[in-house]
């Protein structure tokens, strides 16, 4: 059974730093490209970063250049999303995506973990 575990959202002030985790199992992770995702409460939910199966590319929303970094360690089967400077926009629910880079294997998404930015 495959699952995508994320942790590390919370409640911080603007300016603050947040670091997300998504740990994966029951998938081969080394075959999937990693991606943040996130929904605000009525707004659809939206491409954040994306990593590439290697790490090698890495690829992000104009919203958040220059203050998020997404990374992976694959011998831990995790995607990291670090968050500095943070704004109230950057509110929202933030998700983890598994995207496979072979044909065959299915696309996953995580459950989820909540982000806050309030002062």
């Known amino acids: 059974q495959v699952q995508l575990v994320e942790s590390g959202g919370g409640l911080v002030q603007p300016g603050g730093s947040l670091r997300l985790s998504c740990a994966a199992s029951g998938l081969i992770f080394s075959l999937y490209d990693m991606s943040w995702y996130r929904q605000a409460p009525g707004k659809e939910r939206e491409f954040v970063a994306r990593i590439s199966s290697t790490g090698g590319s890495t690829n992000y929303a104009d919203a958040v250049q220059g203050r998020f970094t997404i990374y992976r360690d694959n011998a831990k089967n995790t995607v990291y999303l670090q968050m500095n400077t943070l704004k109230p926009e950057d509110t929202a629910e933030y998700f983890c995506?598994?995207?496979?880079?072979?044909?065959?294997?299915?696309?996953?998404w995580g459950q989820g973990t909540q982000v806050t930015i309030s002062s």
């Open positions: 995506y598994a995207n496979p880079t072979r044909l065959g294997y299915r696309t996953y």
